[in-house]
């Protein structure tokens, strides 16, 4: 069984939704892929883990890194756990480019190159964002694209963390805008 809640965040109505092992999505309202895998029979209930998880979203939008986890229930293939373990990676404040995962991804693979296409594929189906933090990662070029929530979100949350936005550029037309 699912249940779900929602929490009002600075920059938008997010949708929670757990079973009994862990967080299976954290979405914002109209995002893409918005509650894609959430089971049609599911409960709008607090539940303990939903207390923790807006615990560690509270410290998160005051600015500061959450110094505990909460327990997570990554639902996907193997590739796109093991993408998604590399964002789970990425420090607080800092970005990984798509061809970084990629290269890394095909060095524990055993394989010469990996396609940072198919990373994007993984990390656009992304279903708990924020907490598993695909905002944080950009294009090769210093590009801000690919983000589910809209670009407009990951902007906010990259500087919330902080994070040198110099180098980086919104595009004028692309996927994920």
């Known amino acids: 069984m699912q249940y779900t809640s929602c929490y009002r965040s600075p920059i938008g109505d997010i949708l929670l939704a757990a079973d009994d092992v862990g967080l299976t999505g954290l979405w914002f309202e109209g995002q893409k892929y918005f509650a894609l895998h959430l089971d049609q029979e599911h409960e709008e ?3 303990p883990l939903f207390t923790e ?23 996907g293939s193997e590739f796109q756990n093991a993408v998604w373990k590399i964002l789970c990676a990425i420090p607080y404040g800092k970005t990984m480019t798509y061809g970084e995962i990629a290269k890394q991804i095909a060095a524990e693979r055993g394989m010469k ?48 963390e902080q994070v ?4 980086f550029f919104v595009p004028r037309k692309g996927t994920a805008l």
């Open 45 to 47: 209930r607090e539940i």
């Open 164 to 167: 040198d936005m110099q180098s």
């Open 113 to 160: 190159r990996m396609a940072a296409q198919a990373v994007g594929g993984a990390v656009g189906h992304n279903e708990i964002s924020i907490i598993v933090p695909c905002h944080r990662v950009v294009g090769t070029n210093g590009s801000l694209t690919g983000y589910g929530g809209g670009i407009d979100k990951k902007v906010k949350l990259l500087k919330l």
């Open 53 to 75: 998880v807006k615990r560690w979203l509270d410290v998160y939008f005051a600015g500061r890194e959450p110094e505990f986890d909460v327990p997570l229930h990554l639902m």
